[in-house]
């Protein structure tokens, strides 16, 4: 299958920009697949769980989508603590919100 791919936009949510936000379970660490992410110009792989790569796969993914494990960046405790803390204000200034529960297992 084709990777997800996405490009990193920062915006401050002052500028009331128009986006949709994903809520999903993370998942095992172990089940890690990967995303190709450009950001200023350069190209590189974030590691991302086999559920998100399920959720992104899946969903509308037109114009701009705030998603936790992409948009925080996770090797940052400091900006993990503030982002986290900002969540309160992210999802309701959301222009919608998608929450991807997994897939539906076949019996």
């Known amino acids: 299958g084709c990777r997800p791919r996405c490009t990193i936009k920062h915006v401050s949510l002052d500028d009331d920009p128009r986006y949709a936000a994903l809520s999903y379970v993370w998942g095992p660490p172990s089940n890690e697949r990967f995303m190709i992410v450009e950001k200023n110009d350069e190209q590189f792989r974030l590691p991302i769980t086999s559920n998100l790569n399920s959720a992104l796969s899946n969903i509308d993914k037109e114009g701009y989508l705030w998603v936790d494990a992409i948009c925080i960046n996770q090797t940052d ?14 999802f309701p200034k959301a222009d919608h919100t998608a929450a991807w529960l997994g897939r539906i297992e076949e019996e």
């Open 77 to 90: 405790d400091i900006e993990k603590t503030w982002q986290v803390q900002q969540m309160w204000n992210i």
